[in-house]
């Protein structure tokens, strides 16, 4: 391969995760979850940043935080706020979630 081809092969690369990140964000918006929630900073509920810092590293954490994002909550993990049930489909749930997690 070309020193050229490599070139426009990493531009390309990065082009599509750049393509996936802002997807997952818009998956993100279109399901409700950015009324609540925020990146970078607590709205109604916690921060993307913070749900990423306490679930970082656990096995099956995707899955797990998918099913109570469905369900909803009544609140306690994280204050006395509850979170209504997501009308989303699990697959964008998950893909919401695999996104948050990367902050």
């Not at 996936?20 to 993307?48: E, N, R, W, Y």
């Not at 006395?80 to 997690?101: C, E, N, Q």
């Amino acid at each position: 391969m070309t020193r050229t081809a490599k070139k426009a092969l990493v531009v390309i690369l990065l082009m599509s995760a750049a393509m996936v990140v802002q997807a997952d964000q818009q998956t993100a918006m279109m399901s409700g979850c950015l009324g609540c929630h925020k990146v970078d900073a607590k709205l109604i509920g916690p921060s993307f940043q913070d749900i990423a810092k306490k679930y970082a590293g656990q096995d099956g954490i995707v899955d797990a935080l998918a099913e109570t994002v469905q369900a909803g909550s009544d609140g306690g993990k994280w204050g006395d706020t509850a979170m209504p049930p997501s009308p989303a489909p699990i697959a964008d749930i998950k893909k919401v979630i695999a996104w948050m997690l990367t902050h």
